[in-house]
């Protein structure tokens, strides 16, 4: 064989296993309930801060505990724990997404994505828990 052929297969094959490795990576917004069916395993679910329910930041006493209750998209509220600061504007937020996974009755979060509402266009905010803390 040429070598310009054998690169080019090379080229290819890297290229198909690029592709299958990126698949694995690709996720779906999930429900509680199916997240409680995966427990242990990293999740996105979607909702909604229920405003109705506690939330516990106390930076005096753990700067790096955050809890509050969501509801899902199917309506099922569960408590959210965060390891990680209370997000500036939290309580301004319109929708969360929210990366994870269940212990137990509990969302452990290891990142929350906020929609807040804008005067002139819909913005996101990113944050993510400080694994090396």
Do not use: W
């Amino acid at each position: 064989m040429k070598k310009t052929s054998i690169i080019l297969l090379v080229v290819i094959a890297a290229c198909v296993a690029g592709m299958v490795m990126m698949v694995g990576d690709f996720s779906t917004y999930e429900t509680f309930a199916t997240a409680r069916k995966k427990e242990g395993k990293q999740i996105h679910v979607i909702g909604a801060l229920d405003k109705g329910k506690e939330v516990i930041y106390d930076p005096a006493k753990d700067a790096n505990y955050f809890s509050f209750f969501m509801k899902d998209k199917s309506g099922e509220v569960t408590k959210v724990i965060f390891n990680g600061t209370r997000p500036t504007d939290f309580d301004k937020s319109t929708e969360l997404v929210l990366t994870g996974s269940m212990k137990g009755g509990e969302f452990h979060c290891t990142k929350i994505l906020m929609k807040c509402p804008s005067k002139y266009k819909d913005e996101q905010t990113t944050y993510s828990a400080n694994k090396n803390s």
